[in-house]
Each structure stands twice: as C-alpha cells, then as structure tokens.
C-alpha cells in the first residue's frame, strides 16, 4: 500500500508556471506508473499526463501537449507536475495517481490505478 500526498497547487495567473509534486511512501514510485489527474467542478475526472515506472515513457493529454512534463525523482520518491503556459481551463483539482498494471490505453482511466492522493487545487485566474 504507497500512500500519495500532492503539493504545490496555488491560485496563479494565466500564462504562469506550477509545479505539483506527488510525495510517496510506504511504496517507490519506480514501482508504479504514475498518473496526475484533474477534476474541475461538475466535471469528472480527467486524465492529464503518465509516466512508466522506470520514468522512460511519458503520456499527455492533447489539451496538456506541450505544456505540461511529467518527472519522476527516484531518490526523492516523488513525481512532479511541471505545468507551463497556464489557462483558466486548467483550474481543477490535481491527483496523483499509481498503478501496477500493464500500461495500455486504460492509463488515461481513473480505474486503472489503484492509489490515489488526496487532491491539490489549482486555480489559473485570466
């Protein structure tokens, strides 16, 4: 069982920089394949980027393509977020996410992973 705490969520401007990290324990994020999801008010939850476990394979949502990097830091157990050229229509609630099973097209699922943090509000004001 990896617990997952995400961080760094604030309120920034439109066009700004934010990094999110995703801090893991009681399980090593080269472990798993990590996941960030977001979740904006009556919306349901939308993938936005992964990473497989040894870090050598990244995935990206088309509305994050060329925005957004996805990190992991094996010696600091955690998973970064880095999101650049910020829109108001990134303004959600940012999960962290891990799995173990084989990556296919079901990683942009929620249900594919089976941990979960608890959440980081990001708020991009225009």
């Known amino acids: 069982q990896v617990q997952l705490v995400e961080s760094g969520g604030t309120l920034v401007q439109a066009g700004d920089s934010l990094r999110l990290s995703c801090a893991a324990s009681?399980?090593?994020?080269?472990?798993?394949?990590m996941g960030w999801f977001r979740q904006a008010p009556g919306k349901e939850r939308e993938f936005v980027a992964a990473i497989s476990k040894s870090g050598g394979t990244t995935y990206f949502a088309d509305s994050v393509e060329g925005r957004f990097t996805i990190s992991k830091d094996n010696a600091k157990n955690t998973v970064y977020l880095q999101m650049n050229g910020l829109k108001s229509e990134d303004t959600a609630v940012y999960y962290c996410a891990a799995g173990w099973g084989p990556i296919t097209r079901e990683i942009m699922t929620p249900g594919w992973y089976s941990y979960w943090g608890q959440g980081t509000q990001v708020t991009v004001s225009s």
């Open positions: 009681g399980g090593t994020v080269s472990s798993y394949v």
